[in-house]
């Protein structure tokens, strides 16, 4: 089971900072933590992986807890544009690579 | 480098018929997954390919089959189509040269209904 747990929906102003959890308290040592989010009429679009380091990228960056249960997803300065469903998806490892389990995602609404 | 890009766009089909969906992946990527996204729930992988080989499946029926080309070209077929068909179907296509923590790149999909 690759299920991670997201809250439904998000709100934000725009240039401001955005936060968004993602439970995912059975994931096991080899499993990769990816983002991926989904704009209206588009479809899902990369946004950031990783296994147990933070990460940074220009998009956003990545903080995963200790224990690896938890991450958070971190937008520096929220644009229009960043409003979208966002999916966080644990990548089991073996014959699953490559078979991402997607849940319903958050959907970040973002004020001007 | 071109993007993923899927047709048609739109289709419309009643129950019972057959469809095919088509893919093309970016250039150089082995590797093609098709998902099925219901409205408001996030896409459900139905498989993968891997160098025109299946290389997994999730959970869905036979009557749901594909085909990969040598030119970076993808089918997805559904053949009897059910009303609980109609959805949108995304392809995704990844380089498939190191497994697992790649990068997939959608393209915008199809929207299939089921009348």
């Known amino acids: 089971d690759a299920k991670t747990t997201q809250p439904n929906s998000m709100e934000s102003n725009e240039e401001e900072p955005v936060h968004l959890p993602c439970n995912h308290s059975?994931?096991?040592?080899?499993?990769?933590i990816h983002w991926y989010r989904q704009l209206p009429s588009q479809g899902p679009e990369y946004v950031i992986h990783g296994l147990t380091s933070n990460v940074n990228n220009r998009m956003a960056s990545l903080a995963i807890a200790e224990d690896r249960k938890s991450s958070t997803l971190i937008l520096h300065r929220a644009t229009l544009r960043d409003a979208a469903v966002y999916y966080c998806i644990r990548e089991a490892g073996g014959t699953s690579y490559g078979k991402l389990t997607f849940g319903q995602g958050t959907i970040l609404t973002v004020h001007p | 480098e071109t993007g993923v890009t899927q047709s048609p766009t739109h289709l419309i089909k009643t129950r019972g018929q057959q469809v095919t969906l088509r893919c093309s992946s970016q250039s150089g990527h082995n590797t093609v997954s098709w998902y099925q996204q219901a409205l408001g729930q996030g896409p459900q992988f139905i498989f993968q390919y891997y160098r025109e080989e299946e290389n997994g499946r999730g959970n869905f029926p036979p009557r749901f089959s594909g085909l990969q080309f040598p030119n970076y070209s993808s089918e997805l077929n559904v053949n009897a189509l059910e009303l609980d068909d109609s959805a949108l179907y995304l392809c995704a296509s990844s380089s498939g040269t190191s497994g697992f923590q790649e990068t997939q790149y959608f393209g915008p999909g199809t929207r299939l209904l089921v009348l």
């Open positions: 059975t994931i096991s040592g080899t499993d990769y």
